[in-house]
């Protein structure tokens, strides 16, 4: 019964921004991690970046460092992924993540989204 809903992607070109939502229902919110994992054609699921529960402590991958910002609004049930100077090579389906675990490892996901896609053209 646990759903969380992403929301904000798209086709942008290179250089340019977006903020992806994800908005989680039946949940004990404040309870998990959260994160963004992403998945490109023929490529395996990676992480992007992480939350902790209380928003005190965030993890980025080396790949987007500098540019990608997880933050999240407990009273609301959402998580946020505000993405800056987007690159092709950021392409991909852009998956909201919940764990009761603060480890970014794919393998401790407790709920997956659904997916959005963002297209990064050049």
């Known amino acids: 019964q646990v759903q969380l809903v992403e929301s904000g992607g798209g086709l942008v070109q290179a250089g340019g921004s977006l903020r992806l939502s994800c908005t989680a229902s039946?949940?004990?919110?404040?309870?998990?991690?959260m994160g963004w994992f992403r998945q490109a054609p023929g490529k395996e699921r990676e992480f992007v970046t992480a939350?902790?529960?209380?928003?005190?402590?965030?993890y980025n991958a080396d790949s987007v460092k500098g540019r990608f910002s997880i933050s999240r609004d407990n009273a609301k049930n959402t998580v946020y992924l505000q993405m800056i100077r987007l690159k092709p090579e950021d392409t991909a389906v852009y998956y909201c993540?919940?764990?009761?675990?603060?480890?970014?490892?794919?393998?401790?996901?407790?709920?997956w989204g659904q997916g959005t896609q963002v297209t990064v053209s050049s």
């Open positions: 039946r949940l004990t919110f404040s309870a998990y991690s």
């Open positions: 993540a919940a764990s009761l675990r603060w480890v970014p490892n794919s393998k401790n996901i407790n709920y």
């Open positions: 939350i902790s529960s209380s928003g005190s402590s965030t």
